[in-house]
């Protein structure tokens, strides 16, 4: 039976214990940010104090609002864990709502690598599973993310760099437009992108 590591976001310990409970990890991964507030300083003191001496926890430094960074420094904890051969819950129930987005993208970005992504209601502590989604983009479209987030501006370089026809590419173009991964009115990618080729 494989180990379970949980990676939470947190402000208060409920929905961080409720999870510990229910799913018996063996290492806890808190996302938090520098100089974070009191409150998540003193949950994550006393997680150290009762189950930090039967579970490893260890917290992990990442931006407040940064949502592409967030989403990045997840899928780094996610794919470090998996690797160990570990299964993979993340409770997005704590802190601010730009975190705990940054980490359900994260679990999209790595979603083969996820077991469960919950969330533990403040009303009567219920946990809920949300889907394990995915971008849903092709292999091409995702080398044309890359490309324009590399800063090519050309629709003829591109379809060279990829290697399909310039009508292809503007095809992908358009279809990548109407899912929200390329700006409307210019060659750039947009923030929903940056997440698609994390």
Known sequence: MAD???????????PVMICITSFSPKKVVLLKEEDAPKEKLKV??????????????????????????????????????YSKGRKIVVNISGGRKPQALGALFGCYAR????ERIVYVTEENSQILDLPILNFGISE???MVLEELKKGETSVKNLALKIGISRGMTYNHIRELREMGFIDPDKLEITTAGKLAVI
């Open 140 to 142: 091409t479209k995702r």
């Open 111 to 114: 979603n083969n690598m996820v």
């Open 44 to 81: 994550e003191k006393i997680l150290q104090d009762t189950v930090g001496k039967f579970i490893d926890i260890e917290d992990k430094i990442t931006s407040l609002y940064e949502v592409v960074k967030i989403a990045r420094d997840t899928v780094d904890i996610i794919e470090e864990e």
């Open 4 to 14: 379970y590591t949980l990676i939470s976001t947190i402000y208060s310990i409920e």
